[in-house]
């Protein structure tokens, strides 16, 4: 079975410019969640979406926005990008909202920005 | 969602148990204690979860206070792969699935 996708595994990308992440969910899930992970620390949450719906967003500002789309993938998208964006952006997907089960994470896109 | 303080590092000799400790004060009555690990490089792994009662899986045992102001995660035979930082969060369970992950335990297991 595959487990949750994430695309590209490595980017670097230039001061000001915009990135866009991508994240297949496992198969069936419907929840999707972003996390950032900058070096020697743990991830921090950025974002929520279940039904194609945003749920949850942390202390992240509005250069950060995502989407969920009918097949569940998800997109993350970063505009004007800073130094200090440069981290491991995770992607977790779990089987539905109000249900507790295990999230289950991709292995992550690695983003530098010089 | 209730602040979690765990060691910074801790090693342990393959075949061994590894017992990592949380400590939990604040946690409220609803609130579950969750553990997960990153290996290298890797995204978070779930591990296991428990409410107020012992917990055990394939993987670990969960031992939970009765106070519930700390637990205890045992990997009874610790090998090489379980070389990886260890994070105990705490938050209640259900609607949302937002992890809040302190900086955890880097476990190294030494042959």
């Known amino acids: 079975d595959a487990g949750v996708t994430q695309s590209p595994t490595h980017l670097i990308k230039t001061r000001g410019q915009h990135v866009t992440l991508r994240c297949s969910p496992i198969?069936?899930?419907?929840?999707v969640s972003w996390y950032q992970q900058v070096l020697g620390q743990g991830p921090q949450f950025i974002f929520q979406y279940y039904e194609k719906e945003e749920r949850g967003r942390g202390n992240f500002p509005d250069r950060f926005s995502a989407r969920q789309f009918p097949n569940y993938s998800s997109e993350l998208n970063v505009n004007a990008l800073l130094l200090g964006d440069s981290a491991l952006y995770l992607c977790?997907?779990?089987?539905?909202?109000?249900?507790?089960?295990?999230?289950?994470f991709g292995q992550g896109t690695r983003l530098t920005v010089v | 969602d209730a602040k979690t303080t765990q060691p910074t590092s801790m090693d342990c000799a393959e075949g061994r148990a590894a017992n990592l400790p949380c400590n939990h004060s604040t946690i409220s009555g609803n609130e579950y204690v969750y553990w997960y690990r990153q290996i290298h490089s890797q995204g978070p792994q779930y591990i296991i979860h428990g409410l107020k009662n012992n917990e055990t899986n394939e993987m670990a045992s969960l031992i939970i206070t009765e106070d519930r102001k700390s637990s205890t995660l045992i990997l009874p035979h610790a090998t090489l792969r379980d070389t990886a930082v260890y994070y105990c969060?705490?938050?209640?369970?259900?609607?949302?699935?937002?992890?809040?992950f302190g900086k955890g335990t880097l476990l190294t297991v030494n042959p």
């Open positions: 198969s069936g899930h419907k929840s």
């Open positions: 977790a997907s779990s089987l539905a909202e109000g249900i507790w089960t295990e999230a289950f």
């Open positions: 969060i705490v938050r209640v369970g259900g609607s949302n699935y937002k992890l809040t």
